[in-house]
């Protein structure tokens, strides 16, 4: 069964510092997402992503975030300058319309 | 906003017994109601969905009735096992394939042997 695969599984870095998660959706997917999860709370959308450019992004995904799909086949969420409050799951996601969400294994990011 | 709220919490059952666990959406566009099962430190795995043209799914021991109506949606457990136990969560989404998901707070649920 074809899977969303993300990059580190873990990823520790200090408070200020520039993080890149990485993801690879499934092939013929078209729509793109990152969710988080902070330990022990639901998990909120961050921003959706289609056509290479954003379709909607929520109130968390400020200026520090970006998204980009630089190859065709990866799909990377970076936060510029990490704060603690950043320290969560992060969760890529893939869709190809009509059809469910398939989640990746998730990054879990710890800001110290 | 969009809202999904979902109840209860924690929810204990025997072995053997059902669990129900209900949600309701404030977004009466919402035509997408899938449950995740999230185990400790996994990602939310998908066990069911149903569509707004939908009244009443179901899988094996698990089933979904939605009732747009009210808004409001739920997942049955039937003949419970300890391996039933995790995290669900409920969500809605509303049509086109870009819209997200907006997820429940979720349940957690033990099976007791």
């Known amino acids: 069964e074809p899977e969303v695969t993300q990059t580190p599984s873990h990823q520790v870095t200090q408070m200020g510092q520039e993080v890149i998660l990485r993801c690879v959706p499934i092939s013929n997917h078209l729509y793109f997402y990152w969710y988080r999860q902070i330990l022990g709370q639901k998990v909120e959308f961050l921003v959706s992503f289609y056509n290479n450019e954003i379709s909607e992004k929520s109130e968390i995904f400020d200026d520090q975030f970006s998204v980009e799909r630089p190859d065709g086949s990866n799909f990377t969420l970076k936060i510029r300058s990490t704060k603690l409050e950043d320290s969560a799951m992060y969760f890529c996601?893939?869709?190809?319309?009509?059809?469910?969400?398939?989640f990746g294994s998730g990054t879990r990011l710890t800001v110290v | 906003g969009e809202n999904v709220e979902q109840h209860p919490s924690t929810l204990s059952v025997q072995e053997g017994d059902s669990a129900v666990i209900k949600c309701t959406y404030s977004?009466?566009?919402?035509?997408?109601f899938p449950w995740y099962k999230q185990e400790l430190g996994k990602r939310p795995q998908l066990i069911i969905d149903i569509r707004s043209n939908v009244g009443e799914k179901k899988d094996q021991r698990i089933a979904v009735t939605l009732n747009k109506t009210a808004k409001h949606f739920s997942l049955h457990i039937t003949e419970t096992q300890p391996e039933d136990s995790a995290v669900y969560f409920c969500a809605a989404s509303k049509p086109g394939g870009y819209n997200k998901l907006i997820f429940g707070a979720g349940t957690r649920l033990a099976v007791h042997p």
């Open positions: 996601a893939s869709l190809f319309e009509g059809g469910g969400y398939t």
């Open positions: 977004d009466s566009a919402s035509n997408y």
